[in-house]
């Protein structure tokens, strides 16, 4: 499975962040590994969205159609979050397309959305990606830091092509850069200035400024209140 995916908190314009992720999903923004030999590489197998205010992540909404084929999601243009979280889908087999292949996934006050596929977690009856976030879980049970749970995590996991992902709940965004090939397509950018903070799989067009290039085996801790980010390397 590969997928484009982003998250944004402060005060940003949501009209042009959905833009922006639209065509990501459509494959006309940056080139990578992906599209250069491949114009129609697009991101058509399910969106999702998460955001909320003040805090609150109150809404999640998913569907296994193309973005641009969903009524709801210019809807989402009209919204005033202050924290946002949105991802598209392209599967690796078309036969397991549905809703509950779709991210994000919810659990336990957690949001969760992946890019990547970890092979040795693949399976017909349940996605990858859900089972690396139950894994998640379960290690943030076991270990006093959600830190140190997604190292654990991560050093568990040996077979895959990346593990990037967004972890969520009401006050803090962990942010995981972890890829073993195609860097252009698997490396996440930052954008950050006095209003906005945003971590996406490419620099967005809409959005001026110094989309710095987050490294490999980067962890990223964003606090959701003050858009402070603390980083770490796995």
């Not at 990858?128 to 998640?136: H, R, T």
């Not at 903070?197 to 964003?222: M, V, Y």
Request: some cysteine.
């Amino acid at each position: 499975m590969t997928c484009r995916m982003l998250i944004a908190a402060g005060q940003f314009p949501v009209a042009q962040l959905l833009d922006d992720f639209k065509l990501m999903a459509l494959n006309r923004n940056e080139k990578h590994e992906r599209n250069r030999n491949n114009c129609n590489y697009i991101h058509d197998d399910g969106w999702g969205i998460v955001l909320g205010k003040s805090g609150n992540l109150k809404e999640l909404y998913k569907k296994d159609v193309p973005c641009w084929k969903d009524s709801r999601f210019l809807e989402y243009y009209n919204a005033k979050p202050d924290f946002l979280i949105v991802h598209a889908r392209r599967a690796t087999d078309k036969k397991l397309v549905n809703l509950s292949f779709t991210h994000p996934f919810e659990r336990e006050g957690w949001y969760f959305c992946h890019n990547g596929t970890v092979t040795e977690l693949r399976s017909k009856e349940k996605s990858d990606s859900e089972q690396f976030f139950a894994l998640l879980l379960f290690n943030i049970q076991k270990h006093s830091s959600v830190k140190e749970a997604i190292k654990s995590t991560v050093n568990q996991t040996k077979k895959y092509t990346a593990l990037n992902f967004i972890l969520a709940n009401n006050t803090s965004a962990y942010i995981l850069v972890k890829y073993q090939k195609d860097p252009d397509y698997y490396t996440m950018k930052c954008l950050e200035n006095e209003d906005y903070t945003i971590i996406s799989s490419e620099a967005l067009p809409n959005f001026n400024g110094e989309w710095k290039k987050i490294n490999n085996g980067a962890l990223l801790e964003l606090n959701i209140a003050s858009r402070m980010i603390d980083y770490m390397n796995l």
